[in-house]
């Protein structure tokens, strides 16, 4: 009885570490808006994971989930476009950093509208939306503070038919 009781002991225990690790490492988020569009739908669920960039820094083209500058108990989903202490810009309906054109084979569509120049500012992230024309993003005044980073978006789980592993895209300049 004494053998029974202990298996079941240690059973719970290690339901509860692997429980509050996945829980430590791991998110559940929802797309909302249209923003992200061809790639993530309205009601696709993703796998955040919340502990890459405590191993090595963002990097564009990751797609990353963060609060709502505007509202921060909502959450945004947008991919990392410039890097901090880059220039970028937005003319000609494509995306410059540091005046070199960024080939984005993952957008909806160019943008129509330009962006002038800027720097971004060290410890912060230019964001945009994949569907360029429908997206409240890093063009309308803000960045994203890596503090603010949640997690970068690894893995679609629903619908089915939408299931598969985030894919990176590397960047060559």
């Known amino acids: 009885m004494k053998s029974v009781l202990r298996q079941i002991l240690i059973t719970i225990i290690l339901a509860a570490v692997v429980f509050f690790l996945l829980q430590a490492t791991l998110k559940s988020s929802i797309v909302v808006l249209t923003s992200m569009q061809p790639n993530f739908q309205p009601g696709q669920r993703l796998?955040?994971?919340?502990?890459?960039?405590?191993?090595?820094?963002?990097?564009?083209?990751?797609?990353?989930?963060?609060?709502?500058?505007?509202n921060p108990s909502e959450e945004f989903i947008k991919r990392i476009i410039g890097l901090p202490g880059e220039t970028i810009e937005i003319k000609d309906e494509a995306v410059y950093i540091n005046d070199a054109k960024l080939e984005e084979p993952y957008i909806k569509e160019p943008t129509r509208k330009p962006f002038p120049k800027q720097k971004i500012p060290e410890g912060e992230y230019?964001?945009?939306?994949?569907?360029?024309?429908?997206s409240i993003d890093s063009r309308q005044g803000w960045t994203v503070p890596q503090k603010s980073i949640i997690g970068k978006v690894w893995l679609s789980i629903w619908p089915p038919s939408e299931w598969r592993i985030v894919p990176d895209y590397s960047f060559t300049q």
Not at 49 to 63: A, T
Not at 126 to 134: A, E, H, K
Request: glycine share 6%; aromatic share 10%; net charge neutral.
């Open 47 to 70: 796998i955040v994971n919340r502990v890459v960039y405590k191993l090595h820094e963002p990097e564009r083209g990751d797609v990353i989930i963060f609060p709502n500058p505007n």
């Open 126 to 134: 230019f964001v945009l939306g994949d569907n360029r024309n429908n």
